[in-house]
C-alpha cells in the first residue's frame, strides 16, 4: 500500500486480500504479512491478482464491496467473541483472524441454509477464478507475466501465432471423425 492511500482503501484491500487468501491459501509476500497468512507454499489467490479481479467492474461485485468489507469484518469480531479470541484492534476483523478462524467463518458463511450464502459464494468464486484462470487479463498476457494459477496447471503456451493447437490428442486418438464437409479452415460447411 502506498502510504497517500487512506485508510478505508487500506481496511478494503487487506480485508478482501485476508478473504482470497482463505480461498486459495499462498505464502507470505513478507515477513510481517498480515492479511496473506502464509497457509501454504507458493503463491495463492492474492498473487494471482484476485483483488484486482473482484474490483474489476465486470465482475459485478464493485458496487457492493463496501458492504462485503463492512459486513466480513463484523461477523469476524462477532466470531472472535464466540470464541474467545482477542484481535488485534490495529487490523480489520477478518485480518486479524488466526487462519483457522478464517476458515471456518468462511465455512459458517457459505454453508446451506446462511442466509448470506449466494453473497459470499460469489466473492469465493471470483477469488478461485483470479486464481484458475487469470480472468482480470489477456490469457497471452498471464502466461507471458508467469500468472502463478496458470503456471501451477502448466497451461501450455501457445504456438508462436498467439493460437492453441493440440497435434496430440488429449487420449491419445481423435474423439470424432471429422465430418466430410468441413472446410481447410475447419469450419463446418
Not at 63 to 85: F, I, K, P
Not at 173 to 185: E, M, N, Q, Y
Request: no cysteine; net charge negative.
Amino acid at each position: 500500500m502506498r502510504p497517500e492511500e487512506n485508510d478505508d482503501v487500506k481496511v478494503r484491500v487487506l480485508t478482501l486480500e485476508a478473504f482470497a487468501d482463505t480461498i486459495v491459501p499462498g505464502e507470505k509476500r513478507f515477513p510481517g504479512d498480515r492479511a496473506v497468512a502464509g497457509a501454504a507454499s507458493g503463491p495463492g489467490a492474492v498473487a494471482a491478482g484476485a483483488v484486482e479481479l473482484i474490483e474489476t467492474p465486470a465482475a459485478g461485485l464493485s458496487q457492493g464491496l463496501d458492504w462485503y468489507v463492512t459486513t466480513l469484518n463484523e461477523r469476524a469480531r462477532e466470531h472472535a467473541a464466540r470464541e474467545g479470541l482477542s484481535l488485534d484492534p490495529a487490523l480489520p476483523g477478518f485480518v486479524a483472524l488466526p487462519f483457522d478462524d478464517r476458515v471456518a467463518l468462511v465455512q459458517t458463511l457459505t454453508a446451506p441454509g446462511h442466509p448470506e450464502k449466494e453473497l459470499w459464494i460469489s466473492l469465493a468464486l471470483f477469488s478461485n477464478m483470479a486464481f484458475d484462470t487469470a480472468a482480470h487479463m489477456h490469457t497471452l498476457d498471464a502466461i507471458a507475466a508467469g500468472h502463478p494459477g496458470l503456471a501451477s496447471m502448466n497451461l501450455a503456451a501457445p504456438d508462436s501465432d498467439g493460437l492453441w493447437r493440440f497435434p496430440e490428442y488429449s487420449y491419445g486418438r481423435p474423439l470424432a471423425r471429422r465430418h466430410p464437409g468441413t472446410t481447410a479452415s475447419g469450419s463446418p460447411a
